[in-house]
């Protein structure tokens, strides 16, 4: 595995960097390639291709947290089910975590959907008009969803700080602890939005971007 080195390096390759190719290769790209891409290309200078891939080191990290708190959630939900129907009894930290666990999922995942582009959007109308009007219209809807995200963010840390000193009443944490996935999950929808615009309408990006891609 040996793209997205700058063609000033040429061949320039250490003993680590082989390394990693080789787990790349041999061990799971799926898994491995974003940390390789992230490792080799920062050997490299400042590139394209390297933020791309320090935002798939987050988009993975972040599934990660994804994949840890669903199965939290889970965990808490059958405790409690089993706990209510076979021992006739109930306690308040089990509900209490499964719900908070889910506000994180929602707002993690909704950073997620950000850079997939799975968030449903009505392009009927946009697909009608010319490609520059068509550019001008979804860089405008883009930078209006950008201030909306900084809103959030804003309001966020607002409850954040106002919440630092009350409790859960079944787990006893923190509050301000659950509503810090406001401005946590409006940060990652900002980084992500844009790294979008970036890529697709920035022209000295866009064309390094799709020079190695032809590469």
Same mark, same amino acid.
């Given at each position: ?7 000033? /390096? ?110 449903? /959007? ?94």
């Amino acid at each position: 595995y040996s793209r997205g080195f700058p063609s000033s /390096q040429g061949n320039r390759r250490t003993d680590s960097g082989r390394e990693v190719a080789v787990v790349v290769e041999r061990g799971g790209a799926l898994f491995f390639r974003p940390f390789a891409d992230f490792y080799l290309l920062c050997r490299g200078g400042f590139h394209v291709k390297t933020l791309t891939a320090c935002l798939d080191v987050l988009e993975k990290t972040i599934r990660y947290c994804l994949s840890a708190l669903f199965i939290v959630m889970v965990g808490s939900i059958f405790y409690q089910i089993i706990l209510r129907y076979v021992f006739s009894s109930t306690n308040a930290w089990s509900e209490e975590l499964a719900r908070y666990t889910f506000v994180w999922q929602v707002l993690l995942g909704a950073a997620v959907a950000v850079r997939k582009a799975r968030h449903m /959007q009505i392009d009927f109308f946009l697909n009608k008009f010319p490609p520059k009007v068509r550019m001008i219209v979804d860089i405008s809807m883009k930078l209006v969803v950008l201030y909306f995200f900084v809103v959030i963010a804003q309001k966020g840390m607002e409850l954040y700080s106002f919440t630092q000193r009350q409790q859960s009443t079944g787990l006893g944490i923190p509050m301000s602890r659950i509503y810090l996935s406001i401005p946590v999950g409006a940060v990652l929808m900002m980084i992500f939005t844009l790294e979008e615009i970036a890529l697709k309408y920035l022209p000295g990006i866009r064309k390094q971007s799709g020079g190695e891609e032809n590469a």
